[in-house]
């Protein structure tokens, strides 16, 4: 059974930091591709960051570049999403989401097959 369970959400002032956490099981976690969503109150879920499945390569939204950082220990089957100078439009109910294939073959959110039940994410000006 596949499990992604995200944990390390919480509420923060503007400029401060937080850091998810995302353990999985249940499937090759080391040969999957794993990304972080949000999805705000009546807004479309959307991609925030993504990395490969060694952890070499990367790539992030607009809206984090420079603020936010993915990681992911193969070992501990454990994703990570280090943010930064939070703001509050960071606001959001934040997904990690994996698939059992290489990034370069994933182009849209409905390309991922596993998801988590998230974790809130909430920051006050």
């Known amino acids: 059974q596949v499990r992604l369970v995200e944990s390390g959400g919480g509420s923060v002032q503007a400029g401060g930091s937080l850091r998810l956490s995302c353990t999985a099981s249940g499937y090759t976690y080391s040969r999957s591709c794993m990304a972080w969503f949000r999805q705000a109150p009546g807004k479309e879920r959307e991609e925030v960051a993504r990395?490969?499945?060694?952890?070499?390569?990367?790539a992030y939204s607009d809206s984090v570049k420079g603020r936010f950082t993915i990681s992911r220990d193969n070992a501990k089957n454990t994703l990570y999403l280090q943010m930064n100078s939070l703001k509050p439009e960071d606001t959001a109910m934040y997904y990690c989401?994996?698939?059992?294939?290489?990034?370069?073959?994933?182009?849209?959110?409905?390309?991922?097959?596993?998801w988590g039940q998230g974790t809130q994410v909430t920051v006050s000006s």
């Open positions: 990395i490969s499945t060694g952890g070499g390569s990367t």
């Open positions: 989401a994996a698939v059992p294939n290489y990034c370069a073959y994933v182009n849209r959110r409905a390309d991922f097959s596993y």
